[in-house]
């Protein structure tokens, strides 16, 4: 009607709140509600201060307007809980990302009202028929009872934060390792050589050249840790941070860059490109907590990784040329410019400084992102308790190799020495300068999809019984480089919990588990588990019992299947592969052949399965005087079914691969003891404890050749035993000794 008019109403820290029917003061579910001026009038007395922004609807189309984009968001969560399980992938992504933008825009229209507070305010109940009614409007979803709504100028528990942080790291290497000098390396290899019969490898006049650097490139003395690393690199850290929202939409943002410099000496030395050691990563993370409504949550979280590693050379490894090449080898550099390096003892691709300066660069990427999204939404107005549960989740990884690097021209001295002419030497000169590399290829990649969906029921009845249950499928997509490397995975499971009287507890878990891994006909297994546990310190007789505070016994039981494979390199162990040879059947007059021989692989397996593993568990937890924790666990577990060779049930006779086989059998038992005590004196809390393990393992089958020797078998004994042999001496006795020379 056309004296019908928006009302904006501020909130003071003077109200009464009454034991009515709730006025839901909220911003972004829902627009404002119209009433008459003496209804507002009554609204601003009551609230202690004056109505503002009149404005007048001339038409019952606008205020209809109004209502319908008032309940946007409540009839999309709404509706969502109860049709998204049938949408398309696609319809439900639209759903998920029109809801998104539906808060964001909201976030965006209130963010500037942040100089009050909002929150629930209830009205006198004379008042309550002069507003507008939500039920009203929605019969057929909200009948407990009237519910008004108006429109706030104010954002409710709204704040805004944005950190930045520097980080600057100067590195230094420490416990350097320390190597010889180039006349202590020819003193020692003179020393070699006495204890070998053998004559010296140098004169002693040249372990003085190597001494006092008269021939500086026929008799060099490089310390090449020093010429290659410096003492010092540098990281650098920065980070800044995005945090706010309010009572409907809470996020979180954080950018954070990493940058380092490693200890390479001479790392920019070239034009247009640089061979330091050098690492830089950049991660940008987002989390999102979004009320889509009061009974409808969801959250996002994103997570993205870029990296970058670059390295001198072809990833050359320049800490094991520093171990390998000695002070004595070659020079940096000869007289003509050339890298240090001859083709004869030590070669020019190991000097390390050539390496780290002149054979350019490597480069790595590593690409990732996971992103997950979860939405809650409670379903107590269909029956208390009930709720639906949605997750979904996406990972990818990828790492690509960029190499660079360059070869380059070396050239070195073959000396000799004699006594009267003194030193004498042969130029060498090996390796061929090329261009830099451009060659990529991709090192590694990965991706994985999981989705999940469920309804739960959570419910205490007569504050004696409760109940928990859980119905849920569960989807998994696995792909990563190679070959038949792709796994589709399917769980449907069922878990229910009863409570009685906080003193008995059953669990029971019944699991539906399907792989692609799997022979076809046996992709799905089921798997039951079963658990119960009674706190016996609830218990009446139990009162007297001061000194106990808790105490609890438990039991479980369960089935799990596995669908491990035979090895890593088998994917189709039900099917017969043939295999083509290198040796060739000949056919023609010039007898040869174009095509190889084809022959039968290792033998298909038959009457296969999957592993399966039965487990047993019991258990004791207790609290004693005050702060003493106990713990006591024991399990048995058999596993049978396991993949096995064959290989020992056969004889050569058979003359083919024998097929792997379901015939392992493995058990398994053990148990776990922990102790610990917890004090506190005033503000400290002390705490000291500590727990023992004790597990055993027996191979019971693996269907094992027989062994010429008891101690060569391996059934009866533990699981992944070490064998080897055992040191029983040289010798037998002074005899032997005394003979052997």
């Not at 109200?15 to 909220?26: G, L, V």
């Not at 409907?248 to 943002?253: I, T, W």
């Not at 000695?326 to 050539?354: H, M, R, S």
């Not at 300068?433 to 451009?438: R, V, W």
């Amino acid at each position: 009607p056309a004296d019908m008019i928006p009302v904006i109403v501020c909130k003071t820290d003077h109200i009464d709140w009454f034991k009515t029917p709730p006025f839901f003061f909220d911003r972004d579910l829902c627009s404002f509600a119209t009433v008459d001026q003496n209804t507002a009038s009554v609204i601003s007395q009551h609230q202690g201060c004056q109505p503002t922004s009149w404005k007048r609807h001339h038409t019952a189309a606008s205020k209809q307007t109004n209502i319908k984009h008032s309940f946007f968001l409540t009839l999309s969560s709404v509706s969502f809980s109860f049709v998204s399980s049938f949408f398309s992938t696609a319809a439900l992504s639209l759903l998920l990302f029109l809801v998104l933008i539906q808060m964001l825009l909201s976030f965006y229209r209130n963010k500037v009202h942040t100089d009050r507070s909002c929150g629930i305010l209830r009205l006198f109940p004379k008042d309550i028929p002069r507003f507008f009614q939500y039920e009203y409007i929605l019969p057929s979803l909200f009948q407990s009872y009237p519910q008004f709504f108006f429109r706030s100028c104010c954002s409710k528990s709204y704040s805004k934060e944005i950190r930045f942080t520097y980080d600057h790291v100067n590195n230094y290497m420490n416990r350097k390792p320390e190597f010889v000098d180039a006349s202590t390396y020819a003193q020692a290899y003179n020393e070699a050589c006495g204890y070998e019969g053998l004559s010296p490898r140098y004169a002693t006049k040249e372990v003085e050249y190597f001494r006092n650097g008269e021939y500086p490139y026929l008799y060099p003395n490089v310390n090449w840790l020093e010429e290659t690393f410096k003492n010092s690199g540098i990281s650098n850290k920065y980070t800044i941070e995005f945090r706010g929202g309010g009572s409907k939409f809470r996020y979180y943002s954080m950018l954070d860059l990493v940058t380092d410099r490693g200890f390479i000496k001479e790392g920019d030395m070239n034009d247009g490109y640089s061979t330091q050691n050098k690492y830089s990563r950049a991660n940008l993370r987002t989390n999102m907590d979004i009320d889509v409504s009061r009974t409808t949550k969801l959250k996002v979280n994103i997570l993205g990784t870029l990296s970058e590693s670059l390295r001198p050379g072809a990833s050359a490894n320049l800490w094991d040329m520093i171990y390998t090449v000695p002070a004595a080898a070659f020079p940096i550099k000869d007289e003509d410019g050339l890298w240090g390096g001859n083709n004869t003892t030590w070669l020019g691709t190991q000097n390390p400084v050539a390496q780290s300066q002149g054979a350019a660069y490597s480069k790595g990427h590593t690409r990732s992102l996971f992103a997950d999204i979860i939405l809650n939404q409670d379903l107590s107005a269909v029956t208390e308790g009930l709720g639906f549960n949605f997750r979904l989740a996406y990972d990818n990884y990828s790492s690509i190799w960029e190499d660079h690097s360059q070869a380059y021209r070396y050239g070195g001295y073959v000396v000799s020495y004699d006594e009267l002419t003194g030193p004498l030497y042969t130029r060498t000169t090996a390796g061929e300068p090329t261009e830099m590399g451009k060659s990529a290829s991709i090192n590694n990649w990965a991706r994985q999809f999981n989705f999940s969906g469920g309804f739960d029921y959570n419910r205490t009845f007569g504050d004696k019984h409760d109940v928990y249950s859980q119905l849920k499928w569960e989807y998994e997509y696995r792909d990563s480089y190679g070959l038949n490397t792709t796994i589709y995975r399917q769980n449907v499971s069922w878990f229910t919990h009863y409570g009685y009287d906080k003193r008995y507890f059953l669990d029971l878990a019944l699991v539906g588990s399907g792989s692609s891994l799997l022979a076809p006909g046996h992709k799905w297994a089921f798997s039951p588990t079963v658990s119960a546990a009674w706190v016996l310190s609830e218990e009446y007789f139990m009162n007297n019992a001061a000194w106990i505070d808790f105490l609890k016994l438990r039991a479980s039981f369960g089935i799990i299947n596995a669908d491990y494979l035979p090895a890593s390199d088998v994917y189709d162990y039900w099917d017969q592969i043939y295999t083509t040879t290198g040796t060739r059947y000949m056919f023609n007059s010039a007898y040869d052949s174009t095509f190889g021989t084809t022959e039968l692989g290792r033998l298909a397996s038959t009457n296969y399965t999957h592993e399966r593993g039965y487990k047993y568990n019991v258990g004791v937890d207790a609290t004693l005087f005050k702060g003493l924790n106990l713990s006591v666990d024991a399990y048995y577990q058999r596993r049978n079914n396991i993949w096995v060779s064959s290989e020992g049930k056969y004889t050569a006779v058979l003359g083919q691969t024998p097929p792997y086989e379901n015939a392992g059998v493995v058990d398994s038992w053990g148990g776990e003891f922990s102790l610990d005590y917890t004090k506190r004196i005033g503000d400290v809390v002390l705490n000291a404890g500590g727990s023992f393990n004790w597990n055993r393992s027996e191979i019971k089958e693996q269907l094992e050749e027989p062994r010429m020797y008891d101690n060569l078998v391996q059934t009866g004994h533990s699981l992944n035993q070490i064998y080897g042999l055992e040191a029983v001496g040289f010798f037998k006795d002074a005899d032997d000794i005394a003979n052997s020379l």
